[in-house]
């Protein structure tokens, strides 16, 4: 049924329960915009504890068991002895991670924190590598653009532009060197107005993230709770 | 007060009750406003478009209920586009609630387009962590067989008739991911390594620093918020929640950019009285 | 003691990662050690040698010369080099056009897709052009997804003609192209080939310079089963006529197969774990006998045998033990918050009814989605409790959490978005551009001023142009930044992590 009035949905039913729970949940998050409550306090907390509970289940049921307990299992019944040795040490250092909550166990803690840093320290100079050096690359661009391959972003006007505004905001952070040559100091200035171009990028769609989420829930509560509008 | 201070001076409650309406417009009124495709929005469909008919695609979905706005349009249609083309393809996510999100589409879509599980798409489900992408991606992108091991249904990868002939990313010819952030790992470790095309479908917020990736043909196409969703279901001929919000950001856009601009002329004039006060 | 032992935990996690970057998998052996394929005969001035596909698993395909007679010393003569070809990443199946041509299939840089390439042979090397002279079509075309195998023939009338294998996906189709000068070529579309439905071409060779030449083509039924068929141009070069099956010899699995002189022919035998061989073959000389004879079924063996490194087998164990070690931590967020919480509610100090609420809230989210994943067509309380926690509280809490700040936004652009300085004016009036450019309202408004004027046009100039090179120029410094954080955290430079062990 649809309307220029609010009907809201029946409370019967699960579907009804599910979508009264999802209004209710998300008028108690929205009475914060006026003041800080109760309600929205209980919410809150409501959403954290979902939240920890949720990821804890799935890491159990997603990783630990597949990855963990089921070859343990397979491999103590099929006397595979190397992957058991295995996922009793991946047991081990899994525990170490309490050692945290003793003075005389945090150093424990330590070993396999340093063993996640350090393997993610050397995954990040592949990756680093592989994701900035092809850009390193592509951002010498040629004033010279053959008529066939001339695109609105790819002339010689855009290449030169490009060069000389990356050129420029590099020049403003370079903080190595006091920037007292007038040619620096001038580079450096176009390169903040520049820059004063991205923020409002960034600014515009933070606030184009943000909207999308909120006109969604405007939505929901609208289209799905009141059944309001032609199309609700 | 004067005008000018009054001006300023909106209680806060106000503005929201204001943006509020202002967002629920397009429930009351059917707006439509034409939506041009941008570059990156044609690069990604073109990238789809390309892709031969039989060859494997892989869809990476890490959306779910924070960012259902600006994704949910962007899944809908690279979904339908895949499907309408017979396209076959894997999807996976590293978000354990994603699956239910993307599912209900999927399994909407297949209804319609009379696609079969197993032949023309396979679901993975939650198979790396967040915080382990880097490991995941590239032992998937060495040996997918290997690494998969298994569909969501458990059954085996060697008895899904779409994923016959896979081994590693070679056999992929394109990877979409949707989700709130970029994933990096995709260009880091599949992309420079064995050359496959690789489409972002990525939250606003997240499209500013991605722009580079097109230069350097990283990516070949990119689906920005909600705008890359709705214009893709326009390339597809599919108007749905993309365009809806899309319309709704309209009033929203406006309603700030009228409100920072009534708020400058405020304040100009405000100093303008103050400094004909002093001077 | 302790602080050395996480010291030196914390390098070799990273040194097995940088080694396993840096090196290879696996080092040393022949840039054919993984299969030898696609052999074509040539000749330089007295210089006989045969130039053929070089295979590494690990590497990309490369064409390598050895003497005529398959002995000898063997060289690469192409390697796909660092510049942005249409071989970049790799090249394979060699055909040499006498005097001075070698053609191949090269791989892209950026779409892998096959293409024929030329190579010509001037003052004692081959010098590539660097790109293709051959290309793939367009989408719907049947060479789309680019050229598989290519047979080019010197005419008598001094043009060329090539048969080529244009692939669209999986299937194969043939195809015909001409050219006067063997560089600037005229596609003429597919060939129809007669009785050719339900088999995959695999290979084509012409035998000789007359159009009317026989033409070898090599089949693939869907059993596996390979057939070699014998046909020749007719209507104008639109069909193939199907003259006879040849005879293949037994127990030979062949990829394909290229003539090589007027008796002989080199082929590409296929072994049962996949790798590859070069084969010299040559036509049957028993009576009626339409058939191919192996004169020697190992013309050219793959080369020697890399080592491994062991760093990439190991790769997937040392993965899946980060990742569970690294899952193991799950309970140490949770008992941070029940410590917190905890505390509260014994005490039943101000909120602890909020803190009952989370305490509930993760316990009954927790097993519910333990249940409903375990058995998730279940259809009981469990699962119908899953849903109702999870659709109808978590995913509506975490949005409207998410959606507070739109509000937020909206009401500190309005407080605090005022333009004082021209600095202050550009953030205004991008953000504003580009506010109106992503919404269908901004192209509406200007869609009938001159294109330079027009928002969405002049927003994916910002975007494309300008926000790309300031990006670009902060990813620079990202870049360095990264690099010399990763090697501190590697080397257990920062002391910060080490004071609570000294």
Known sequence: MTGWLPHPVSPFGWQGITIWLGALATLAIFSFLFRENRVYRFAEHTLLGLGIGFGIATTITDIIIPKWWTPLTEGWSGRHWGVVTLCLVELVLGLMWYGLYHRKTVWLSRIVMGLAIGAGAGVAFKAEINDKLPQIIASFKSPYVPAREVTMFNNTTSNIVFVVVMLCVLSYFFFSVEQKHAALRASSRVGRIFLMLTFGVFFSNAIMTRMSVFIERVWFLLTEWLRIGPGG | MRWYERLQRIDNRVLYVILAVAVAVPVFARLRLPIPPTTETLGAYDAVEAVPPGRLVMVQSTWDAGTIGECEGQCRAVVEHLMRRGQPFVIWTSNPASPPFYNRIIEETARRHGRIYGRDWVDFGYKVPGGAMAFGVQAMARDFPGYMKSDVRGTPVSRLPALARVRNANDFDLIITIGYNPIGEFIQFVQAVYGTKVVFGIAAINSTTTYSYIDSKQIVGMLVGARGGAEYEVLVDRAGRGVQIIMAQSFGHLLIVALVVMANIAALAQRRAERRRSG | MKRRAIIVVTFLAGLYYLLEFVLPPRIGGAPDADGAAAATSAQIGATRFIAYTGLRNDGRPVIMRVRGDGAGPRQVLIAPGFSRRDDYRGARAPQFVAPDRLYYIGLGWDDRTPRVCLAR??????????????????????????????????????????????????????????????????????????????????SVTQTGADARSPVLLLLRDAAGRRILREVVLVDGVRRLRKLADVGLPQGLTLQDIRHSSPMSFLATTEEANGVTRVAALTWSTRMNALALEVTNPTLIAPGKKPTSTYLSDARGTVDDLLVVVGAFAVGLGLIGLAQLHGRRLLALQKGWPESTAFFLAAGAMASFTVYARLHPDAGTWGTRGYDLLFYGLLQPLGSSMFSLLAAYLVSAAYRAFRVRTFEGGLLAASATLIMLGQVPVGNWLTQHLPPYLQIPKVMAWVLFVNNTAVVRAVNFGIFVGALATAMRVWLSMDRASMRSVE
């Open chain 3, 121 to 202: 042979h001037a003052a004692g090397r081959w010098r590539t052009l660097s790109r293709a002279v051959l290309g793939n079509g367009l989408p719907g075309e049947p060479d789309s997804s680019g050229i598989a195998w290519a047979s080019i023939s010197r005419e008598t009338t001094g043009g060329y003609r090539m048969l080529y294998l244009g692939l669209q996906g999986e299937r194969a189709t043939l195809c015909m192209a001409l050219s006067p000068d063997g560089l600037q070529w005229t596609k003429r579309g597919p060939v129809a080939a007669e009785d050719i439905n339900g088999l995959r071409p695999l």
